[in-house]
């Protein structure tokens, strides 16, 4: 995998920023239960234009979070990184098809938006985990 379309180590931090900084303002417009538009043909109210500002920040810091590079990138990140992103997609696909199959035409923004925010988080958590494994395994023999 080609290192040079991957993000400076340093944006890690930012998309972690952007992704609970996302979490907190969605909480809080939760808790303060504002009221849902009708089904108008408004596409562009309040709700909708709160929608869109937080996902994009949850999907910016997720991309941003999944390809940073690591403070060393050499060919075994690299095998690690293809390998968890091979993983991604497939749980991404299984998940695809088995919601496509059980649900009806009213949930498919649902399963888009599911679809959206699998293959980053899964990418993610086992990418961390690949490698928290293989530190440990290295300061075991060390």
């Not at 690690?80 to 992103?85: E, G, P």
């Not at 990418?123 to 395994?137: A, E, G, Q, Y």
Request: glycine share 4%.
């Amino acid at each position: 995998m080609k290192t040079r379309f991957l993000f400076p180590y340093w944006c890690r931090y930012l998309g972690y920023a952007c992704i609970l900084g996302h979490i907190p303002v969605v909480l809080f417009h939760k808790m303060m239960d504002y009221p849902k538009p009708s089904d108008g043909p408004e596409l562009f109210n309040a709700h909708h234009l709160f929608f869109m500002a937080t996902t994009l920040l949850m999907l910016v810091g997720l991309i941003i979070v999944a390809f940073s590079k690591e403070k060393i990138e050499d060919e075994q990140i690299s095998q690690l990184r293809l390998d968890s992103l091979q993983w991604a997609v497939y749980l991404n696909y299984i998940i695809l098809v088995i919601s496509l199959i059980f649900t009806h035409n009213q949930d498919f923004w649902d399963i888009i938006h599911v679809n959206m925010w699998v293959p980053l988080v899964f990418f993610i958590i086992r990418f961390r985990w690949v490698i928290f494994r293989l530190n440990r395994s290295l300061t075991r023999e060390g």
